[in-house]
């Protein structure tokens, strides 16, 4: 178990680049083996979700190897198991997205329900549905998902709501299939614009035909292919809130701004600095920055894995901020925290007049204590202290609370943002943060 001992008050100034993107990283490491052939993937970042992914590509069968800094080779010719071993479940979110990869290799597959953090519930129907369309036997025995299919042939299939996992799932399902499939109310983030960049790479037929309708036809086998994968997206708005924050002056390399349109467009609400270049975009403070409201909403709006770092801004904003969230059941985890570091916050739950259309999960997973909206008093002075990380973004959340707060805290729990950052805290420290690594 390892801490992190932040001292904070110090503005950040420096500069970062940011590494492939965690949310497409996985999975293209997964797509990679529908082909017959090695592909090569650039770019990636050093998370332990890459490394987990590589062990259970290794205990199918298949070749999985670093070469250079930040490259891994991927030789699927050598599968040789259609079950992930039971272990492998609870550490990720991604065990599903074997499914289709096992049925087209194995006509069967047997893989353990999916873990990850804990900020409400995933439905799985919406995957599972859609391979059911495809003509896969699905159900779940002895704590595994398992699924059968001789051969899974085209179809249309509406997604009911948005679903990001699923669309991913649904296509590599589709692109081995025999015949056209047509997915409509697909999802549009650009993570699943690079799997099907390389999927196409690798000898598919893949094309978004109008908006939310992605048209796949099915072809007899894929090559490998060497690809890049995009730059991660959340790293840059962490890096970018943690600048704001501190009221410091940070060029984030790399990032894209036509992947933070909604993120910018709030930021030119709150009067926050930024500039777009070439390099990236240069983040800074200007000045004093005042409260506005957020939704979280599917692509192309803010997204949900923004609004916890986004809530730690807010508390340094002028006025109140309200954060209605609309895609997890329960990601104000990190309310309390921040109350005790000396935020006042109200929770609630507003009036929605048509709450299907409005929230994007389920409502039967919804529960009565699940509140969905919390309104910010700002500006807090915010308190030092000794705090415990839930998920990935909560650890985020209270590493960005603690440098901007006064005094010092301790983060335990920091295996959950090892998941999804790279060497976060040397980064940081690069960049005049006073925080350490401790390991207990």
Known sequence: MSKFI??????LHGSVRVGGAKNASYKLMIAALLGQSESRILNFSHISDVLLVEKIISYLGAKVSSAGERAIFIDP???????IDPAHGEQGRFSTMFIPVLLHRFGKAEVPAPGGD???????????????ALGAKVWFEDGMYK???????GTTYRFEKNSHTGTETLIMAAVLAEGKTILENAAVEPEIDDLIEFLNEMGADIRRR????????GVAKLGGAIHRLIPDRNESVSYACAALCTKGDVI???????????????LDEIGAGYEVGSYGIRFYYKGPMRGTDIVTEIEPGFMTDWQPLWATLMTQCDGESIIHETIMTNRFQYVEELQKMGVKIDMFNPEVSNPDKVYNFDLKDDSPENLHAIKIHGPAKLKAGEFKVKDLRHGATLILAAMTAQGISTIYGIEHVDRGYENLDGRLRSMGAKIERVED
């Open 6 to 11: 932040i001292t904070g008050g110090t503005p």
């Open 118 to 132: 804990k900020i409400g519930k995933r439905s799985l129907d919406r995957h599972f549905d859609g391979l059911k």
């Open 252 to 266: 984030i390399e790399n990032a894209r701004h036509d992947h933070l349109k909604a993120f910018l467009n709030k």
């Open 147 to 153: 699924a059968e299919a001789v051969k899974l042939k």
């Open 210 to 217: 109008s908006y939310r309708v992605i048209e796949i036809n």
């Open 77 to 83: 010719s050598t599968m040789s198991d259609y079950k």
